[in-house]
C-alpha cells in the first residue's frame, strides 16, 4: 500500500465522518413563544371577605362578610361581572344580615388596577327574624397585589324598597378577594 492510497483513504474518512456529524448538529426542538403576557387575569372566578362599615342617620355599624364572583373581559377594556355577597353587621342599633346579588360594570384601567359600578339587590334579616327588600348602588376599585390575589375598596348607598327615600345610608368596605 502507498502512502498515496493510505491518504486518500484517510481524507475520505475524515469527509465522511465530518458529513455524519454535521448531519447530526441539527436538532427539533420546540419554539418558545416569543410574547407571554402581561398583568393580572381579572377574568374568571373569585371569592373573598371584606370589613367596613354602613352608615346611617341615627346609627352606625360594624360589618364583616364574604363575597363569590365571576368576572368576563367583553371588550377590551371593558368588564362585566355578578357577584353574591354575605354580610353580618352589628353596632348601637341591632345586628342584621345583608344579603345581595350585584351586576358589576367595569374597567380595566392598568394591568393592575380595575375601576367597577355596582348595583345589587338583596334582602336585610334583622335579628328579630323580619325581613326587608333592599338595594345598593356605588362603586370601587380594584388592585391586583399578587398573580392570583388582589385588593378592593368600595362604597355604596343602600336604600329599601319600601321606604320613598332614594338613598337611606351607605356602606364602605375594604376586601380581599382570591382569583381562581
Excluded: C
Aim: hydrophobic share 45%.
Amino acid at each position: 500500500m502507498s502512502v498515496r492510497s493510505l491518504l486518500v483513504g484517510v481524507s475520505l474518512a475524515a469527509l465522511g465522518s465530518v458529513a455524519a456529524s454535521a448531519a447530526d448538529l441539527i436538532i427539533p426542538t420546540t419554539p418558545q413563544p416569543i410574547y407571554k403576557a402581561a398583568g393580572f387575569d381579572w377574568e374568571g372566578l373569585y371569592a373573598g371577605v371584606q370589613v367596613g362599615g354602613q352608615f346611617y342617620t341615627a346609627n352606625s355599624y360594624g360589618l364583616i362578610g364574604a363575597h363569590v364572583g365571576v368576572n368576563f373581559i367583553v371588550a377590551d377594556p371593558v368588564l362585566i361581572g355578578l357577584e353574591g355577597t354575605a354580610e353580618y353587621i352589628t353596632g348601637n342599633g341591632g345586628s342584621f344580615g345583608e344579603f345581595f346579588i350585584n351586576g358589576r360594570l367595569g374597567a380595566v384601567v392598568t394591568d393592575n388596577v380595575m375601576i367597577y359600578a355596582l348595583a345589587g339587590t338583596g334582602v336585610e334579616v334583622a335579628n328579630g327574624g323580619g325581613t326587608f327588600g333592599t338595594y345598593q348602588l356605588g362603586g370601587g376599585v380594584e388592585f391586583a397585589v399578587t398573580d392570583s390575589i388582589s385588593l378592593r375598596g368600595q362604597v355604596v348607598g343602600v336604600g329599601f324598597y319600601d321606604n320613598p327615600d332614594f338613598i337611606e345610608g351607605a356602606k364602605a368596605t375594604v376586601g380581599v378577594s382570591f382569583h381562581f
